[in-house]
């Protein structure tokens, strides 16, 4: 499975942005629960979103909920992320990952996710 991660970019505080994660190759893309990660400059990978298989359930990160959405089209095999209300905070690379996870308590650990892509880069500033 190829994991391409689009649509970051520069933006003001408090404004929007929508990534894209199109996942390509031999893959049944709804059998994978599909996450979004972050990091920081000069800190390590954080959890932010992620979504079941069917997209019925949704988890978030604390810091994230009520600002950002995560949803699917697994017609397109592509797994979204709106962000609203953005904060420098939010500033870092953005991963998205396809994992096996079968427990919605293990959504949010690096280690239930089996591919990666390559991340794209969200600088919220002033």
């Known amino acids: 499975v190829q994991l391409q991660a689009s649509g970051g970019g520069l933006v003001q505080i408090g404004g929007s942005l929508r990534l894209s994660c199109a996942a390509s190759?031999?893959?049944?893309?709804?059998?994978?629960?599909m996450g979004w990660f972050r990091q920081a400059p000069g800190k390590e990978r954080e959890f932010v979103a992620a979504?079941?298989?069917?997209?019925?359930?949704?988890y978030y990160t604390d810091s994230v909920k009520g600002r950002f959405t995560i949803n699917r089209d697994n017609a397109k095999n592509t797994v979204y992320l709106q962000m609203n209300s953005l904060k420098p905070e939010d500033t870092g690379v953005y991963y998205c990952?396809?994992?096996?996870?079968?427990?919605?308590?293990?959504?949010?650990?690096?280690?239930?996710?089996?591919?990666w892509g390559q991340g794209t880069l969200v600088t919220v500033s002033s």
């Open positions: 979504i079941s298989r069917g997209g019925v359930v949704t």
């Open positions: 990952g396809a994992g096996s996870a079968e427990r919605l308590d293990d959504y949010y650990r690096q280690s239930s996710y089996d591919y």
């Open positions: 190759g031999r893959t049944r893309f709804s059998s994978y629960v």
